[in-house]
């Protein structure tokens, strides 16, 4: 546009023309920042349709992947259902057949396209439906299957699937209401199982649950599980059952605890803080009681813990019966006391002496100021006596190596002080059968008519010597050396006191044993390993020779079951036997036993030699105590390096009788040039002097 310039005089009308010059000038600015705007807006409404496009476009692609996804599980779940073992329909809320897998076209012969849309009543056994129909509310009597199964109180049924060809086969079926997110009844799904397969399903799980029970009831372990609020597996094994009897209804406390109160709130309280959480696992298992003693037998515990995935689900309890164990350590105790206390025998009998008699001396006044609730000087009761007694006998006992009486002194000394009293009646009289009982295992060397005389090591070899000097005083010597063997009696009482609490704790509660000796003595060192497996035949004979008394009973014998220990001397020879008066072996059963096994040719091998081969036993079942096959085989070993042989006799019904044979040759002979030899022997003529009775 061509600006207007005003003249020059000024006039009115170049004024007017100049205003109108700065208005239309106004006015276009106005217009073109309008048009600027315009623009603007127009800009912004693209880019925002073109952000709304891209979206659009992103919704499309989502949906299209929704789609395709859908229809890829789709497939995923048809081809599973198409492959199931089971036969499966599923039925519309109209009550017609809306799907089927393969399984059901395979058995049946119909196709899909036959079944889907219809009832699909003729699929089943009519005698079976009318059942159904039966079971369905009247208002629904004549209604489809689908309405029918429904409302149906039953959710399984044994029926005959129907084929196209008129074929019937057994099935069981189940099936269960489909509902919309509505919460309303939308159809049903029925699956049904071949027969067949069902009883071959549950045929491997017998065969699977019996090969477990085989390991449950061969195990000498005791194994329970406990749920996470303590209740008792009634599947333990067979031992369990054995020790406390049948499971029933109860809580792992009362079950295990029962008749020990301490036990069952241990346990109970144990257990527990697994179900409170506030304690680790490895604190929570420290405070479960580890022991339990039920009569005579006492069982370790030990625990393990059980998870469904990262939550408690109860515990596994593993038992073990200790009480062998626990008296092979008191037994083991014992020998090693009683080998202390002979070694302070041999270095000064008469010192020994006078303390033995002294400390019969204060446990009777101990057990007798006890009784009459009376100080050991028959004055008023005073602690201060008692405390000085036991102070002294513990001391002594200390020093002659008696540490189980030391101990007990000890013990009762610490609760004397701890709860400011006297000894109690009770403590005292423990004291007193303690000290009876070590009196008991030390008579044969205690009892005694006379002085003690002791001959120096130096004077007895020398008194050897001179006595081999001449030939015909010989056998003098030798019956001299004989001294430091160990008496054959003295072996067979403990054997004895052996086979005794064997039977008791196999529940026999006595045998009688009898000792029959010449009072040879054999040198222990050479004959130990002997005796240690001898052990195995005093077992066999108690635990598999003898019967239980009932079993005794009625075969006609006396309920008490009857062990022979004998040792002789004879010519050249030393004669151990043991004999019972049981069942007698079974040679046939053993054979057929050792067949069964596979132990060697057995057919090269005699009744004898089948006895001792390696890993058979004549008991069917090994227990804590035999039935392993090896104690005999242990027994052979030993008496085969001492040069001996064994023989066995037994009647079937009568008992056995098992006689080792062993020469005197190399086994029998006194070296008095070995050191350890006359180390070891110190001599006594027995004199007047008596152990005081308790």
Known sequence: MSRIEPTSNGSPNADAQKQRITILENEVAALTAAARNQEKLVVEGYEKMEEMLRTVEAQRNEVSRTLDGLARTRGFLDRIIDTMDELLLVFGSDGKVARVNRRLEDLTGYGSDDLVGGSADHLFDPEAFEELRAQAHARFKGGTLSTVLSTARSKVLEADLVTKSGQRIPHLFRWANLYSSKGKKDGLVLVGTDIHDVKEAMGALEKAHAGMRRVLDNVNEGLLTVDPVGVLSKQAS??????????????????????????????????????????????????????????????????????DDDRFAGLLVIVTDITERLEADRIARQQIELVEIFQSIMKDRFGFGEFYEEACRTVSALVDAGSRQLSIDCGEPKATDQKAALHTLKGNCGLFGIASIAKLCHLIENRMEDEHRSATPVELEELAAAWHELSERLSMVLEGKGDVVEIAKAE????????????????????????????????????????????????????????????????????????????????NAVDHGLEPPEERISAGKNPVGKLRLRTEAVRDEVIVEIADDGRGIDWPALRAKAERQGVGDVNALSDQELLFAEGLSTKDEASLVSGRGVGMGAIRQSCDRLGGSIEIETIRGQGTTVRFRIPKENNWSVDINAASASERIATSAAVGRRRPAL
């Not at 929570?284 to 515990?301: D, F, I, K, T």
């Not at 005083?473 to 430091?484: P, S």
């Not at 009072?519 to 497996?533: G, K, Q």
Request: aromatic share 14%.
């Open 460 to 539: 007895f070899d020398e008194f050897m010597r001179k006595l081999l000097v001449n030939d015909q005083l010989d056998y003098l010597a030798r019956i001299v050396g004989k001294w430091t063997f160990e008496p054959s009696r003295q072996r067979l009482q403990r054997v004895a006191d052996q086979a005794r609490s064997l039977a008791m704790r196999l529940g026999r509660d006595e045998i009688e044993v009898d000792i029959v000796s010449d009072n040879s003595r054999l040198p222990p060192e050479r004959w130990a390993p002997f005796w240690a497996s001898f052990a195995h035949v005093v077992r």
């Open 238 to 307: 067979a031992i369990v059952f054995e020790w406390f009897g049948p499971i029933g209804e109860a809580n792992a406390w009362d079950y295990l605890g029962r008749g020990d109160k301490a036990f069952k709130e241990a346990f109970e309280l144990g257990f527990e803080s697994f179900t409170d959480g506030f304690l680790p696992e490895v604190a929570c298992l420290e405070q479960m009681p580890s022991r339990l003693n039920r009569g005579r037998a006492v069982y370790e515990l030990r625990y393990r813990t059980l998870h």
